[in-house]
């Protein structure tokens, strides 16, 4: 009966995560209108698949720590109501934050419900060292460091780009052979015709009549590489957060570990699929005015964040690395939507006592109905 109801509570809580966080990565593709509402979902879905998928290999780290290790007692950990509350706490607070549109952190409201779960169940007794080093300095610390390095990329990306004077079509031509002196003396030269490389603009090259090589649009090269910057954000969520929900299906008994990251993994799809829109209106035309450039750098700093936080096995909220990234763009360009953020920012001081009390009310009821 309890392995049922932790089932349909992880199932849950997938669903939530997949609604709530499926489109973070591919807002800016939206927002900039680089790619309409449903080519930009169909890409962070197949991408955050591809990271979900990927996490058997490369996120073991997370398993542990989510699995409430060092922050739980372990004799604690390994009850199934344990498991139920901090799944249906963290379910319930998510889905409620995506039925008003707010991008809140799946990581955040696991924390709180898992230390609402403990408190009740030791009496207060719960261990904050942990608590402190492992889950809340990273949390903290992710969307101001998101903030300055996306504000600081896309300055630097935007001067270079001045300074150099780029234009959108370039072409990588051969101009017309000229002489090259390989030898001389007073009565004899010898010489080889030697092709001459040029990049320049198209116009003046056919104006030259060279012969072009590689024609180079730069527009073209910044939507590819937005798409690809996207696309490595959602990979990272995938690879970042499958692990966090796959972690409280671990200690039940009759779970293997591999089903229990493609059940997930499936589950996320559609919670992504359908019950994305509110959150991708926020996220891609609430928070600040967003341009190809600013997508391009926003996303670059989200995935190698996000990812390297994966590697070291940080609990790094991807919601709060996007958000802040976006924010630190808009704080550059002079754009940014203070009101929006401000509700965002109380929206997160919300998430985890919110998940505290749902977890807490869950781990409640079910111990009334066990005795």
């Known amino acids: 009966m309890l392995t049922s109801i932790l089932f349909i509570s992880i199932c849950f809580l997938a669903y939530a995560n997949g609604a709530n966080d499926n489109f973070k990565g591919v807002a800016s593709l939206f927002g900039s209108g680089t790619a309409n509402f449903r080519q930009a979902l169909t890409w962070a879905t197949l991408t955050t698949l591809a990271g979900s998928l990927t996490a058997l290999l490369l996120a073991q780290t997370l398993l542990v720590k989510f699995s409430g290790k060092g922050l739980a007692p372990d004799e604690l950990i390994h009850t199934l109501p344990f498991m139920i509350a901090v799944a249906g706490g963290a379910g319930m607070t998510v889905i409620l934050a995506t039925r008003y549109g707010f991008p809140i952190s799946t990581t955040h409201a696991l924390l709180g419900a898992m230390a609402g779960s403990t ?14 080093s492992n889950f809340v300095l990273p949390l903290l610390l992710s969307p101001f460091v998101a903030l300055l390095s996306a504000g600081l990329l896309y300055r630097g990306l935007s001067m270079w780009r001045n300074h150099r004077q780029l234009t959108n079509n370039l072409c990588l031509c051969i101009e017309n052979p000229e002489s090259l002196a390989l030898a001389s003396n007073v ?3 010898l010489a080889i015709n030697v092709p001459s490389l040029t990049l320049d603009r ?9 012969s072009q090589i590689l024609g ?8 590819g590489l937005h798409f690809c910057s996207a696309g490595a954000v959602c990979f990272a969520r995938g690879l970042n957060d499958t692990p966090k929900i796959a972690a409280l299906l671990l200690l039940a008994p009759g ?11 499936m589950v996320m799809l559609l919670g992504g699929v359908f019950n994305a829109r509110r959150v991708a209106e926020t996220m891609s035309h609430k ?4 341009s190809h450039e600013q997508g391009l750098s926003a996303n670059l700093v989200t995935a190698l964040l996000v990812i390297s936080a994966s590697k070291l096995g940080m609990p790094v909220s991807t919601t709060h690395v996007s958000v802040g990234s976006l924010f630190g763009i808009g704080l550059v360009s002079g754009k940014a939507n ?4 401000t509700s965002i920012a109380l929206s997160w001081l919300l998430t985890l006592p919110c998940a505290a009390v749902c977890s807490a009310a869950i781990s409640y009821y079910l111990n009334a109905y066990l005795q």
Do not use: H, K
């Open 119 to 132: 408190l009740l169940a030791t009496s207060g007794n719960i261990s904050l060292a942990p608590l402190l």
């Open 187 to 189: 009565n004899m030269t």
């Open 202 to 210: 198209q116009e003046a090259c056919v104006a030259r009549q060279a």
């Open 216 to 223: 180079l649009n730069l527009e073209r090269l910044r939507d």
């Open 255 to 265: 779970f293997d570990l591999q089903w229990i990251i493609i059940l997930v993994a």
């Open 287 to 290: 928070i600040t005015s967003i």
């Open 338 to 341: 203070s009101g929006v953020i």
